[in-house]
């Protein structure tokens, strides 16, 4: 799939295809991706690839679409997979799929914008200069277009980069997240006064109850070892095999993860007399802390609640970020303080019947999605008035 594709007649712009993230410096990609949101960086994208995880085999071929500027270096980069199906993506197509190859159509392979196996939103069109985030889109239709494919999708966009999908002619669609906020709190318990009295107490019997008997450790940097993550492995399966029969990532990929992002990754433990029994994963960016993956091998109450949620609010707190972001679904997260936030998503479909239907679906889902919302931040536990 990899090969030189005309960006668009009008742009004068000519994109390629990659081969995967080996095919780029980490300084060239970083400098495209920038370093705020660690997703879209060199060092998480590789060591999917790297580790096995996100390669042709399992059904994500690395295809960036790249556009190189006049020095010769990448100037503009969609992370693009193909995809021959669509697990791993938590925005899901699978009606669409059904629908389109009920109809005679052939829907995969399909072209996806994205970080594999990660709800996280942040930039999907990755460019030195944001002028050429409109030939990069034209550039992505373009590779659509040329090879036949039924669709692109990119999914959970930075929210500034809808409008420059929605101008090229991208169907938009909606979903929602839980998001914690920090109002300028110095502490939890500042987190705390902000909370109807009764949310309040709750939480605190909440988190008494979760860690009696149990120490609770942050660990980053050189601080994780190999011990550790045998640990977590053990977690992350745990989970995994419960909520989608097959875990996405391998062991090898935390190894990397840790050695590749370093202080980024903070890894939080609750011990049982020295004894790991239950972890979360955590990324740092620049101004959010993103909730990744979880796991235990006992049954606590309320655990759960403590190391995603509240020790995460903790660790924003300490270290002044803007926003923690706990991963997809959830509904039980408002309760503990994290409200409803959209999120986005935009869909290329060059056929003409198969775009009509799809526009006509994520109309009414987005009105329900606001809908939603509205009634979710009437439910929020903080004080009202």
Same mark, same amino acid.
């Given at each position: 799939?990899?090969?030189?594709?005309?960006?668009?007649?009008?742009?004068?712009?000519?994109?390629?295809?990659?081969?995967?993230?080996?095919?780029?410096?980490?300084?060239?990609?970083?400098?495209?991706?920038?370093?705020?949101?660690?997703?879209?960086?060199?060092?998480?994208?590789?060591?999917?690839?790297?580790?096995?995880?996100?390669?042709?085999?399992?059904?994500?071929?690395?295809?960036?679409?790249?556009?190189?500027?006049?020095?010769?270096?990448?100037?503009?980069?969609?992370?693009?997979?193909?995809?021959?199906?669509?697990?791993?993506?938590?925005?899901?197509?699978?009606?669409?799929?059904?629908?389109?190859?009920?109809?005679?159509?052939?829907?995969?392979?399909?072209?996806?914008?994205?970080?594999?196996?990660?709800?996280?939103?942040?930039?999907?069109?990755?460019?030195?200069?944001?002028?050429?985030?409109?030939?990069?889109?034209?550039?992505?239709?373009?590779?659509?277009?040329?090879?036949?494919?039924?669709?692109?999708?990119?999914?959970?966009?930075?929210?500034?980069?809808?409008?420059?999908?929605?101008?090229?002619?991208?169907?938009?669609?909606?979903?929602?997240?839980?998001?914690?906020?920090?109002?300028?709190?110095?502490?939890f318990d500042d987190f705390l %006064?902000?909370?109807? !009295?009764?949310?309040?107490?709750?939480?605190?019997?909440? *988190?008494? &109850?979760?860690?009696?008997? $149990? =120490?609770?450790?942050?660990?980053?940097g050189a601080a994780i070892t190999?011990?550790?993550?045998?640990?977590?492995?053990?977690?992350?399966?745990?989970?995994?095999?419960?909520?989608?029969?097959?875990?996405?990532?391998?062991?090898?990929?935390?190894?990397?993860?840790?050695?590749?992002?370093?202080?980024?990754?903070?890894?939080?433990?609750?011990?049982?007399?020295?004894?790991?029994?239950?972890?979360?994963?955590?990324?740092?960016?620049?101004?959010?802390?993103?909730?990744?993956?979880?796991?235990?091998?006992?049954?606590?109450?309320?655990?759960?609640?403590?190391?995603?949620?509240?020790?995460?609010?903790?660790?924003?707190?300490?270290?002044?970020?803007?926003?923690?972001?706990?991963?997809?679904?959830?509904?039980?997260?408002?309760?503990?303080?994290?409200?409803? %936030?959209?999120?986005? !998503?935009?869909?290329?479909?060059?056929?003409?019947?198969? *775009?009509? &239907?799809?526009?006509?679906? $994520? =109309?009414?889902?987005?009105?329900?999605v606001a809908e939603d919302i509205?009634?979710?931040?009437?439910?929020?536990?903080?004080?009202?008035?």
């Amino acid at each position: 799939m990899t090969g030189t594709q005309q960006a668009g007649p009008e742009t004068g712009f000519v994109a390629r295809m990659a081969g995967g993230l080996a095919d780029f410096s980490a300084a060239d990609w970083d400098a495209c991706a920038g370093t705020d949101n660690p997703f879209v960086g060199h060092a998480f994208l590789s060591a999917l690839e790297d580790a096995g995880c996100a390669q042709p085999r399992t059904g994500w071929q690395p295809v960036p679409v790249v556009i190189d500027g006049p020095d010769g270096r990448p100037a503009a980069i969609a992370p693009a997979y193909a995809k021959s199906h669509s697990q791993g993506e938590y925005v899901f197509d699978h009606g669409w799929a059904d629908a389109f190859e009920r109809a005679g159509g052939q829907y995969y392979p399909k072209l996806q914008i994205a970080v594999p196996f990660s709800p996280v939103p942040g930039p999907r069109l990755l460019t030195r200069d944001p002028a050429l985030r409109v030939p990069l889109v034209n550039a992505i239709a373009a590779v659509v277009d040329r090879l036949g494919l039924s669709s692109a999708h990119a999914t959970f966009v930075a929210e500034d980069e809808v409008a420059v999908f929605e101008a090229a002619g991208w169907l938009i669609r909606a979903d929602r997240q839980f998001h914690w906020t920090n109002d300028g709190y110095a502490s939890f318990d500042d987190f705390l %006064a902000a909370l109807a !009295s009764r949310k309040r107490k709750a939480i605190r019997k909440e *988190r008494a &109850a979760a860690v009696q008997g $149990l =120490d609770i450790v942050h660990l980053t940097g050189a601080a994780i070892t190999e011990a550790h993550w045998d640990a977590f492995w053990l977690f992350y399966q745990d989970t995994g095999a419960r909520k989608w029969g097959r875990p996405y990532l391998n062991r090898r990929f935390f190894s990397l993860l840790s050695e590749r992002l370093g202080d980024r990754v903070l890894l939080m433990l609750a011990l049982r007399d020295g004894v790991p029994i239950a972890g979360a994963l955590n990324l740092v960016g620049a101004d959010t802390l993103y909730g990744r993956y979880w796991g235990s091998t006992e049954d606590v109450p309320f655990l759960h609640f403590e190391l995603c949620y509240y020790q995460a609010i903790d660790a924003a707190i300490a270290r002044g970020l803007a926003r923690v972001e706990a991963g997809a679904q959830g509904s039980h997260k408002l309760a503990r303080g994290y409200a409803p %936030a959209v999120t986005w !998503s935009a869909h290329y479909i060059p056929d003409p019947g198969f *775009r009509r &239907a799809v526009a006509a679906y $994520l =109309d009414a889902e987005r009105a329900a999605v606001a809908e939603d919302i509205e009634e979710l931040d009437e439910m929020t536990p903080f004080k009202k008035g």
